[in-house]
């Protein structure tokens, strides 16, 4: 992803229950400039983003408990959350849930990373 679309560097959460892949996401959002968290499950999310004030969360579906969707529902809620652009990525073909649900971008697992950062930069 570094060269790939200039952006000034944003608050990004990765939420995923696959840690590896958030874990590593978060390495090469971090190599790019990034201020980068990390939570593994809903609940985290929602109290690290609190905490943290993302400009964008990068959010898995298919999570136990608090999915991504369940989510987006609540930041779209949280006046504190709401204006948060939310990408969800997701190995599950679930784009228009994820629309409804308050998602502002859908990408595929595993992420193409040139898309990532133009929606990174948007």
Known sequence: ????VPC???RVLIVDDNRDLADSLGMVLCLCGHCVEV????????????SFSPDVVVCDLGM?????CDVARTFRADPLLRRVRLIALTACHREEEARVAG?????IK?????QLARLLAD
């Open 1 to 4: 992803m570094p060269h790939t």
């Open 8 to 10: 000034s560097p944003q």
């Open 39 to 50: 939570a593994y499950c809903g609940e985290d999310a929602i109290s690290k983003a609190r």
């Open 64 to 68: 136990p408990r608090l999915d991504g």
């Open 103 to 107: 998602f502002d971008h859908y990408l």
């Open 110 to 114: 595993p992420p193409n990373l040139r």
